[in-house]
């Protein structure tokens, strides 16, 4: 009777999802199956290293790449390199049995070098505002926490429908944004930061350029002469690095003082944040709107 009741234990704790296998595919297409749910992570991009944490997973992250600074609890975690080089003795000293890695993002060397350590490796590629939440439920089922994964993952969408009613029918604002001043960097409508203005009614003057930033004149931004101008802050106290378009008085922002600045933390960042700042950029365009 005793070994009958030792087997049925054993049969049961071989049932639970802490110790059943779970299987994803990534976004190279590769499926991805793990003999049980991630105990030891490592992330290599700050964006997934938040989405982990978003996915109920940070209790497993145990490295991370450099430049993880959301939340609080990333930054006290080892680190083990950035996206040129990584550091696979530490990497390896860690024993992780999952790597998190940003498939267009970290180095190709580097992951090739990766590959050749027997670790299993997701792939991640957000192409799309939907993938946010994709990947919080992929993340969540590699990780056993799939319940808070798709709590996180529905609120999200949530919001994003949400902002979708708001703004429906709004007249659309031309906008140019300004990534990076010298040299002049922008995006195209490819990009995260665009789709999710679009929600709110922006149209990107430089949309169709074929580069996700591609770089633009001073003399295009001109001829483009956008109802808005936009860039992200280099720190909370920091100048807002439009002083240049002001000097461009003919410029439609310029006139309408239509030139606005963001925190990039949240608007730069693919994670499910986006959608923070987001919220805060689409109501100072509906202001510039109430304005005209």
Wanted: glycine share 8%; with cysteine; net charge positive.
């Amino acid at each position: 009777m005793k070994r009958v009741a030792v087997l049925a234990l054993l049969l049961a704790l071989l049932a639970t999802p802490s110790l059943a296998a779970v299987s994803v595919k990534d976004d190279s297409g590769a499926t991805l199956t793990l003999p049980r749910p991630a105990q030891r992570i490592i992330s290599l991009a700050p964006h997934l290293t938040e989405l982990l944490f978003a996915a109920g997973a940070g209790d497993r992250v145990v490295g991370v790449g450099a430049f993880a600074d959301y939340p609080e609890a990333a930054k006290k975690l080892p680190q083990v390199g950035d996206s040129a080089m990584l550091d696979l003795e530490r990497i390896v000293a860690l024993k992780p049995d999952l790597l998190v890695v940003w498939r267009d993002g970290n180095s190709p060397q580097q992951l090739a070098k990766l590959a050749t350590l027997g670790i299993p490796v997701y792939a991640s590629e957000l192409g799309t505002l939907a993938d946010i939440a994709s990947t919080l439920r992929r993340l969540g089922r590699l990780a056993g926490s799939e319940a808070a994964a798709e709590s996180r993952a529905a609120a999200y969408e949530q919001r994003l429908r949400a902002l979708r009613e708001r703004y429906a029918g709004r007249s659309p604002l031309r906008l140019f944004y300004q990534v990076w001043p010298r040299p002049l960097l922008t995006f195209n409508d490819r990009h995260l930061v665009i789709q999710g203005l679009a929600l709110c009614g922006a149209k990107n003057v430089f949309g169709a350029l074929a580069p996700l930033v591609p770089t633009v004149s001073e003399e295009a931004v001109v001829a483009a002469d956008p109802d808005v101008i936009v860039t992200g802050l280099n720190g909370r106290d920091a100048p807002d690095g439009l002083d240049g378009w002001r000097r461009f008085t003919q410029l439609e922002a310029v006139r309408t003082g239509a030139l606005i600045a963001v925190d990039p933390d949240t608007l730069h960042r693919s994670s499910d944040r986006i959608v923070d700042g987001l919220d805060q950029l689409c109501a100072k365009l509906d202001a510039v709107r109430a304005r005209r």
